[in-house]
């Protein structure tokens, strides 16, 4: 199974931050990377797929970057509505696998 | 508007079973995969299965094969999730979500929650 590394477990930000959390995957992985973040008792939303696409209605602070093994999710100008988890999720190979996930809190 | 909606979770007893269900509205439904994905109570977040849009193509994490099975009825617009030999370590929020090759689980339901419990 292809196991995704991500870093840090908790980041502590203020509004108006530039944060970045980063996914190793075990192997090549190509750009098959979808980042998601999750709100307590909430279901997870798609932020970004394939690399760096931005889902729909997401916005632009939001980007993503790699390919191949090491992946970065930066946000940049950090809004109040940014401090949750987020998770990578790796769907280029079942079973699909996601990372251990990363919880922006406030600092 | 695109929507999914999970049911049939509950309480159950180790050993027991429990079907879930997953109905969609709002999209061709013919068209989509849909995955299941769970997530225990204070942990992160874990692929469990998926069936292609034509159920031509099924697959399962390890830790669940030979005792869950997935499927869906198209002419219902609904993926199952059959839950066999349920196991204490199996509770968890029960997520289903839409997949089309890139794009990957862009709408997700609210999900059902699923207790194992003697």
């Known amino acids: 199974d292809t196991q995704m590394t991500q870093s840090p477990a908790t980041l502590s930000a203020s509004v108006g931050d530039r944060v970045t959390i980063t996914c190793r995957a075990s192997?090549?992985?190509?750009?098959?990377l979808a980042w998601f973040q999750q709100k307590p008792a909430k279901a997870p939303k798609l932020l970004i797929y394939?690399?760096?696409n931005l889902d729909s209605g997401v916005p632009s602070r939001f980007s993503g970057s790699g390919s191949g093994t090491e992946f970065t999710l930066t946000i940049t100008n950090l809004q109040p509505d940014d401090f949750a988890t987020y998770y990578c999720?790796?769907?280029?190979?079942?079973?699909?696998?996601f990372g251990q996930g990363t919880k922006v809190e406030v600092k | 508007q695109a929507q999914l909606l999970e049911s049939g979770g509950g309480v159950v007893q180790p050993g027991g079973s429990l079907r879930l269900s997953c109905v969609a509205s709002g999209f061709i439904f013919t068209t989509y995969n849909i995955h299941w994905v769970r997530q225990a109570p204070g942990k992160g977040l874990e692929w469990v299965a998926g069936i292609w849009y034509d159920g031509s193509n099924i697959q399962y994490v390890d830790s669940v094969k030979g005792r869950f099975t997935i499927s869906r009825d198209n002419s219902k617009n609904t993926v199952y999730l059959q839950m066999n030999s349920l196991r204490v370590n199996d509770t968890a929020a029960y997520y289903c979500a839409r997949d089309i090759g890139v794009v990957l689980m862009d709408v997700w339901g609210p999900g059902t929650t699923v207790t194992v419990s003697s």
């Open positions: 999720l790796q769907y280029n190979t079942y079973p699909y696998t």
């Open positions: 192997e090549s992985i190509s750009r098959w």
């Open positions: 394939r690399g760096p």
